[in-house]
Nanobody, 127 residues
Framework: QVQLVESGGGLVQAGGSLRLSCTAS????????MAWFRQGPGKERDFVAA??????????ADTDSVKGRFAISRDNVKNTVYLQMNSLNPEDTAVYYC??????????????????WGQGTQVTVSS
């Protein structure tokens, strides 16, 4: 069973930046897409961004909450996907999860579509 291991979370002041990383445990792992979701206290798990593994097509949440501030990227050699987060604010405080799916027919926006999940990494933004 493939494991996704996230890193890079932590405590940062408002206006700061963090880069999250997610590495798959098997070098031969080739999902259709990988994504980042986040879940704030008492909230649902929300889509943040996704990237297809072969073509590198990128999708972001269709809200103003992350557009222009977050950027997803991947390194196929390292089997790693990244989430660069800039201009962080307290509303970004959440547990951030990495996910991967094998099915190319999904929309990429819903958590139930994903087959593999990381354990989550906490991001806390202080005001």
């Amino acid at each position: 069973q493939v494991q996704l291991v996230e890193s890079g979370g932590g405590l940062v002041q408002a206006g700061g930046s963090l880069r999250l990383s997610c590495t798959a445990s098997e070098h031969t792992f080739r999902p259709y897409a990988m994504a980042w979701f986040r879940q704030g206290p008492g909230k649902e798990r929300d889509f943040v961004a996704a990237i297809t593994w072969s073509g590198g097509r990128i999708y972001y949440a269709d809200t103003d909450s992350v557009k222009g501030r977050f950027a997803i990227s991947r390194d196929n050699v390292k089997n790693t996907v990244y989430l660069q987060m800039n201009s962080l604010n307290p509303e970004d405080t959440a547990v951030y999860y990495c996910a991967a799916e094998d099915d190319a027919s999904g929309s990429l926006y819903w958590a139930y579509e994903y087959d593999y999940w990381g354990q989550g990494t906490q991001v806390t933004v202080s005001s």
